[in-house]
């Protein structure tokens, strides 16, 4: 059998992490993740899903992850019954999640390390190449291959 789920979207809520009673760390949270279609003349709807994360992803979501940010996740479809505040059986649905990517810009994710100084000269564009960019190779000689 094949339950595999990979979503791509923002988180709805800032994740906080908590524990069980027996210390093992866990966080749920909810993605929003437009939809691929729109009809004309409409803005794209989004789904809200709900996910769960335990232990090591647990702790990663919640340390790195806050509201809006966009995330990438891979896991499995798991449903589970409960009874509410007034004793109705409940079904939820939700997403165990297996691991969790950064997928936004750095700037974005509002993680840190090393970034350019930007006093950094802009890489070579091709687009905005002209002929007198490029030098003619004489011979066959002096090619490397």
């Known amino acids: 059998m094949i339950n595999n789920v990979v979503l791509m979207g923002r988180l709805v809520a800032t994740p906080e992490l908590r524990n069980t009673q027996t210390g093992v760390a866990v966080t749920s949270f909810t993605i929003a993740v437009e939809r691929s279609f729109a009809r004309a003349g409409e803005q ?4 809200f899903i709900d996910c769960v994360a335990w232990r090591n992803s647990a702790e990663f979501i919640s340390r790195y992850f806050q509201k809006g940010s966009m995330i990438a996740i891979t896991g499995s479809i798991q449903t589970r ?3 509410d505040k007034n004793g109705n059986k409940r079904k939820a649905t ?47 000689d002096d090619l490397p291959f």
């Open 44 to 47: 794209r709807q989004a789904d």
């Open 81 to 83: 019954t409960y009874d």
């Open 94 to 140: 939700e997403i165990v999640v297996d691991q969790a990517s950064f997928c936004g810009s750095k700037a974005e994710t509002g993680t840190s390390g090393y970034s350019a100084p930007s006093a950094m000269p802009a890489a070579p564009s091709f687009a905005t190449a002209t002929e007198s960019d490029f030098e003619e190779i004489a011979g066959d």
